[in-house]
């Protein structure tokens, strides 16, 4: 039994790679170029924040950032066009906020009467 055990110790050492009759086999690699993330410049939410939601001007600024993100793209400069697009996106967010939160006050302001939209 030990010389059975021996036996195939001594033919595994001769199957491994660069001894006896079994070649190196090439290790074959494969590089898959991964594309980056989308970046998102928010274009049209700026337009809709620019043209209805322009509040203080952030719709404008959005839609400034909108443009700068977009032109980094077209450059290849992935790094500050997510920059330019995430600053986009907090300005089309504030500008939409402030708006939604002006006209519930205003309606809200209407209905109590404090307010008055006829005039007397």
Known sequence: MES??????VENDQLSPGKGR?????????????EPLPVK???L??????????FCCLGFMALAFSVKARD???LGDIYSASHYGATSKALNLAA???TIALVITVVA??????????PR
Not at 22 to 34: D, G, K, L, N, Y
Not at 45 to 52: A, E, I, N, P
Not at 109 to 118: D, E, K, T
Request: net charge positive.
């Open 22 to 34: 079994c070649p190196e086999i090439p290790a074959t690699m494969v590089h898959i170029a991964t």
């Open 45 to 54: 939410w700026s337009m809709f924040s620019l043209v209805y939601c322009n």
């Open 96 to 98: 939409t906020l402030l």
């Open 72 to 74: 980094r793209k077209m």
């Open 4 to 9: 059975r055990m021996n036996q195939a110790l």
């Open 41 to 43: 410049d928010h274009f």
């Open 109 to 118: 302001l209407a209905i109590s009467g404090v307010i008055h939209l006829r």
